[in-house]
């Protein structure tokens, strides 16, 4: 019994010990999970607001801030953040002749966009949600 308090103990001593190392208190604003959930709609621009194309969606980051990487869902592999500001987290920006993709949190008011558009084919992906952050899961290791 004794020796179990004695691991105890000296497991908390360590735990006081890493959070007053310099930079650990940082290591979780820059990394961390977002889980962003909302609703999705799908379909041409003038159908988006009709609830026959509306969803629930939930989309799980991994974010490396002071990396500047992200992934999502199993994390099979990571992307570049497009931009990283006090006010958002840009995830990915794409546009061109076809359409639009991209993905941003505000980091002030948790509120997530999403949007995929191609002028193709007159269709539109658009996830409107909140952010909430969550323990870092980490990245995938790198194989060389």
Known sequence: MRKRHLVKAHLAIATVAILLIPGAAEADATHF???????????????????????????????????????????ISTSDLAEVSERLIVFH???????????????????????????????VTLNDGSCTPAPFSGMPTRKF
Do not use: Q
Not at 34 to 54: A, M, Q, V, W, Y
């Open 33 to 75: 999970d977002l889980i962003c959930r909302g609703k999705s709609s799908f379909g041409s621009l003038s159908k988006l607001l009709d609830p026959r194309t509306t969803s629930e969606f939930t989309a799980h980051y991994r974010v490396d801030l002071a990396g500047k990487k992200w992934c999502m869902g199993d994390c």
């Open 93 to 123: 920006r794409h546009e061109d002749k076809d359409g639009d993709e991209f993905a941003f949190v505000n980091r002030e008011s948790g509120h997530y966009t999403y949007r995929l558009r191609s002028w193709l084919l007159d269709m």
